[in-house]
């Protein structure tokens, strides 16, 4: 009889053990979208740390996100430079006032397509390239200073129109200047700030550094790519001034987010602006300094198309301007505090922002994306 109930008692708890087994080899992410407009293509980033917590055994070599229809969710795991994972991205639309759920759970997951990518480019004169599915984007080495002619400071915006990974192709056929049917880079930067850099300014004059010198990659993934960049120490109205950069693009946008880190002595703001190259001929522009949203619509460049440049802050003491040569976002820096900012590109070839009116909805909407983030809680 004994035998009996010890076998009963153990077919009892077995459902119950499984259970609590059951319950350590997964994690349940919610994602929460507080805001009226849809969030499309969203990277979404969760810390890693909460994943660990709800699923310690968790394998980063063999996991997959699940969706509520378990089909598989594209992600990457974000090392931010380090040796552990710190966040989880994954890509995925929440709808307006809507919550999404994902689940990990052990498993191989699908190769997911590769929507970013960039790399160092000493066969082009120490360029730095770099790309998502939407825009690409280079910026001036060292080397390049030894051809006067040529040197650049800024950003430069690359024209794209297809979904796959261009840079590669256009640097070995070398004639990124034409349109082959992938886009073509016939943006002018010249000695401005270009596509949205960032440089100290003193009165009327801006400081522009060296171009770069060092390169870190932080992270090569399908769905964010984040690089440094390092520049000499140079003298800003008697100050000697140090930068880095800090780069991140996501799949699927069009802007990428920027950490200028500058380091100086004696403390106190250091202004600086961030600043759009402008055309001779007129183009459409919004400068609103409430909302930190300054955006350009270049006038047609022939054939080429036309190039919608913008560029986000968050600063209520921010002050715009136009100048003959740049339109100009100022804004200051901390000793080793990060000017945080975004700032990007659209092409009306590619046929997916074609006007002026749409290029500005766009950034306003970015804008306030970043107002109203992504909430995400890990079960």
Known sequence: MKKILLVLWACASLPAALNAQTKHLKATISIQNTATQKRTAAVTAIPWQNVLSKFPAVDTANFKVLNAAQKEVPFQLEYKGLTSPQNLLVQLDVPANGTVKLTIVPGKAQKPVQKTFGRYIPERKDDFAWENDKVAFRMYGKALESTPKENAYGIDVWGKRVTRMVLNERYKRGKYHEDLGDGNDYYHVGLTLGGGDIAPISGDKIYYPL?????????????RFTFQLSYENWDVAGKLVKVTKTISLDAGSHLNR????????????????????????????????????????????GEDGTMGIGVILSDPKLQMRVTKEQLLAETTAKNAEPVVYYNGAAWDKAGEITTAEAWFAYLNNFKKSLEQPLKVTVQ
């Open 211 to 223: 171009n770069y010198r060092t390169w870190k990659i932080l992270d090569q993934g399908a769905l």
């Open 258 to 301: 920027v950490a200028a880190n500058y380091e100086y002595p004696g403390g106190g703001d250091l202004p600086v602006v961030v600043g759009i190259i402008k055309r001779a001929e007129p183009g459409a522009l919004l400068l609103n300094e409430r909302n930190g949203v300054m955006g350009y619509w270049e006038p047609k460049h």
